[in-house]
């Protein structure tokens, strides 16, 4: 079946470490590929999307390739913040039964450290 | 900005009561959703709704029922609550021509005693 496996956390980085957040994901076909941010306290965010094979998502300094030989979709960014800390979440859309569901990993969560 | 708003932040009941969730959204999406968030689990799909009067079971149903009687209103109804369901239940919405653009509310965490 369809599933995400992301790295364990916490992560935990000193202010403008780089930062990597490993996904990987199981699906038949090629599915459209996601990672949501959730900051404490709130409610998850789409952070950015790659729809097809070797897109690159993007967004607040944030970056994910779609690569569909390694079946990955690893979060980067060059220079975290304190700000940048939350939960970050992969996650897959599948078709089931006629409709296209999303498949969410497990979270990691990041501290930054000032 | 999407607006998707829950009853309660924070709810605490007893074994056996019958607890109500209510989520509201202010987009006129037709597509709704409830989860539940637990540590190592992540987010798993309890009920979905793609318009009024419809539901749809998602991957964990089982002790769950749903409302949608307005289109932006969608239920999640624990008929007889018990303590394997405190979690953390998070309502979302979504227009159905972006599946990936998923608007979600802050969260309910429910304890049950």
């Known amino acids: 079946g369809n599933s995400v496996t992301q790295m364990e956390g916490p992560v935990t980085l000193s202010e403008e470490a780089f930062l990597t957040i490993n996904c990987t994901y199981t699906a038949t076909g090629y599915p459209s590929l996601f990672w949501y941010v959730q900051y404490p306290g ?10 097809k094979a070797d897109d690159k998502g993007s967004n607040k300094g944030f970056e994910a390739t779609y690569r569909k030989e390694t079946t990955s979709f690893h979060l980067e960014k060059g220079s975290v913040q304190v700000s940048d800390s939350a939960v970050y979440f992969c996650a897959l859309i599948r078709n089931s039964g006629g409709y296209q569901k999303v498949t969410f990993g497990t979270g990691t969560k990041l501290q930054v450290i000032p | 900005d999407v607006k998707v708003t829950q009853s309660s932040r924070y709810l605490v ?3 056996g009561e019958k607890v109500f969730l ?10 709704m ?17 793609y318009d009024v009067k419809m539901k749809e079971k998602g991957d964990i149903p089982e002790g769950y029922s749903v409302s949608r009687e ?4 969608f239920s999640l109804i624990l008929e007889s609550a018990s303590t394997n369901q405190t979690s953390m239940y998070l309502c979302a919405s979504r227009p159905p021509d972006r599946p990936y653009e998923q608007y979600f509310g802050p969260g309910t965490r429910l304890t049950v005693t």
């Open chain 2, 13 to 15: 009941k007893r074994t």
């Open chain 2, 22 to 31: 209510e989520c509201v959204q202010d987009m006129d999406h037709e597509n």
């Open chain 2, 33 to 49: 959703f409830w989860y539940r968030q637990d540590p190592g689990l992540g987010l798993r799909l309890i009920y979905f709704s």
């Open chain 2, 70 to 73: 307005k289109k932006e209103r």
């Open chain 1, 42 to 51: 709130e409610g998850l965010q789409l952070l950015l999307k790659a729809t």
